[in-house]
Antibody
């Protein structure tokens, strides 16, 4: 079954850290770029970070750069997001999403055609 | 960062109506634009990629167009199950950015 499932969310105090995970199954994880996207309560979607299929590059939103780290383990089909120095404004549902398929000679469009159900992060004292 | 401006922010229409949403990019993004549908309590769902390509399995009443800085998303005949919030998203440059969303309601 082709799916993504996030875990690791919860309630955390401001300034603390949290690590999110995303387990992939049913497809060749190592061929795809992977993203984190978040959605604050009642708000729109905000792209957070991307990691290339081979982990050779990572990019971040300005709002999380220097605090969040995206990583992947292609041997375990797992994507991670290490979040440090958390702020109240980081409160959101965090989704992992599958991006560009790079299994061919060139990568296909970076359209997020598979999403997990999300994991909720609340930053509050 | 590239700013994506969607309009309208909300829209009320009747079943069977033709509905169009626009998305304006702050700079030329070629056709590197996607459209997503999000229903309450659910993750987003990809409808259109590369501005005008229909994702597999998506009903043909959905379509997209445009290039450069101006894009459109159209539902040719609104159905009750289309009630959702719709987002455009550019992937020409990181950081990728989404529009603020258009909430579609049935009149």
């Amino acid at each position: 079954q082709v799916q993504l499932v996030e875990s690791g969310g919860g309630v955390v105090q401001p300034g603390r850290s949290l690590r999110l995970s995303c387990a992939a199954s049913g497809f060749t994880f190592s061929s795809y770029g992977m993203h984190w996207v978040r959605q604050a309560p009642g708000k729109g979607l905000e792209w957070v970070a991307v990691i290339w299929y081979d982990a050779s590059n990572q990019y971040y939103a300005s709002s999380v750069k220097g605090r969040f780290t995206i990583s992947r383990d292609n041997s375990k089909n797992t994507l991670s997001l290490q979040m440090k120095r958390l702020r109240a404004e980081d409160t959101a549902i965090y989704y992992c999403a599958r991006g560009s398929d790079c299994s061919g000679t060139t990568c296909l469009p970076d359209a997020f055609n598979l999403w997990g159900p999300g994991t909720a992060v609340t930053v509050s004292s | 960062d590239i700013q994506m401006t969607q309009s309208p922010s909300s829209l009320s229409a009747s079943v069977g109506d033709r509905v169009t949403i626009t998305c304006q990019a702050s700079q030329d993004i070629s056709n590197y634009l996607n459209w997503y549908q999000q229903k309450p309590g659910n993750a987003p769902n990809l409808l259109i990629y590369d501005a005008s390509n229909l994702e597999t399995g998506v009903p043909s009443r959905f379509s997209g167009g445009g290039s450069g800085t101006h894009f459109t998303f159209t539902i040719s005949s609104l159905q009750p199950e289309d009630i959702a919030t719709y987002y455009c998203q550019q992937y020409d440059n990181v950081p990728y950015t989404f529009g603020q969303g258009t909430k579609l309601e049935i009149k």
